[in-house]
């Protein structure tokens, strides 16, 4: 990692990507970067290539459930209002679902791809 330069400032629509392949985002935003990733082909790769990427680190290191006082400390810590209800709990599996949504956001963007590349009727010739 030395030998690379790391973007300090890097692109929102990176930042985005990334955010939801590690599963960061609270509901509303990962809602909207789905359906976002479903009408736009370039965004899907972007998260495609992300979820490649992430996908060793994944591999690398298991779930690990966080204890529930953490939470609450750690949203006033990161200056956030607090939030009623159960602590979000660690998925098992997430490995297994993380690699197959990154599979299926690849195929859809190829078959995006294929499909805008591909002639209609009366077109050819």
């Excluded at 965004?43 to 992430?54: H, I, K, Q």
């Amino acid at each position: 990692m030395r030998d690379q330069e790391i973007d300090r400032d890097p692109p929102p629509t990176d930042v985005l990507a990334a955010e939801y392949v590690l599963g960061v985002l609270d509901d509303s935003q990962r809602l909207q970067t789905r359906l976002r990733i479903g009408r736009d082909p370039a965004f899907a790769r972007l998260v495609a290539d992300w979820a490649s990427r992430l996908a060793p680190l994944d591999e690398e290191f298991a779930d690990e459930p966080v204890p529930a006082h953490v939470w609450p400390r750690l949203r006033t810590r990161l200056g956030w209002s607090p939030v009623e209800g159960r602590a979000p709990v660690a998925s098992t599996g997430s490995g297994f679902w993380k690699a197959s949504a990154a599979a299926g956001f690849a195929a859809a963007a190829v078959l995006a791809v294929v499909a805008l590349q591909r002639p209609g009727p009366g077109e050819i010739g």
